[in-house]
Nanobody, 123 residues
Framework: QVQLVESGGGLVQTGDSLRLSCAAS????????MGWFRQAPGKEREFVAA????????RYANSVKGRFFISRDNAKNTGSLQMNSLKPEDTAVYYC????????????????WGQGTQVTVSS
């Protein structure tokens, strides 16, 4: 079993930055990649970013590429999502996720989810 706990959400203005964190626990966590998804009101949950726990390779959605940066600290079993130049369309509940790296951008590949943290960007 893997447990994921997000933190760091909040209300910011357009152009601001915000950093989300995900604390992971569980004996088999190192078997998975870590990722972030988001879900805006009335929309489907969508992939944002992912990082391979073993290699550090990263993957991003086109909508956040160059603005968001994912990282991980293997020693602390934590991951982070640094979000810069935030836009109102980034407003959503952000979920930390653990899944298989090869298909990490697919909802169906996710084995574990965090509870989510709200990010609101005002115009």
């Amino acid at each position: 079993q893997v447990q994921l706990v997000e933190s760091g959400g909040g209300l910011v203005q357009t152009g601001d930055s915000l950093r989300l964190s995900c604390a992971a626990s569980g004996r088999t966590f190192s078997d998975y990649a870590m990722g972030w998804f988001r879900q805006a009101p009335g929309k489907e949950r969508e992939f944002v970013a992912a990082i391979s726990w073993s290699t550090g390779f990263t993957r991003y959605a086109n909508s956040v590429k160059g603005r968001f940066f994912i990282s991980r600290d293997n020693a602390k079993n934590t991951g982070s999502l640094q979000m810069n130049s935030l836009k109102p369309e980034d407003t959503a509940v952000y979920y930390c996720a653990a899944g298989m790296w090869a298909s990490m951008n697919s909802l169906r590949s996710i084995a574990y989810w965090g509870q989510g943290t709200q990010v609101t960007v005002s115009s």
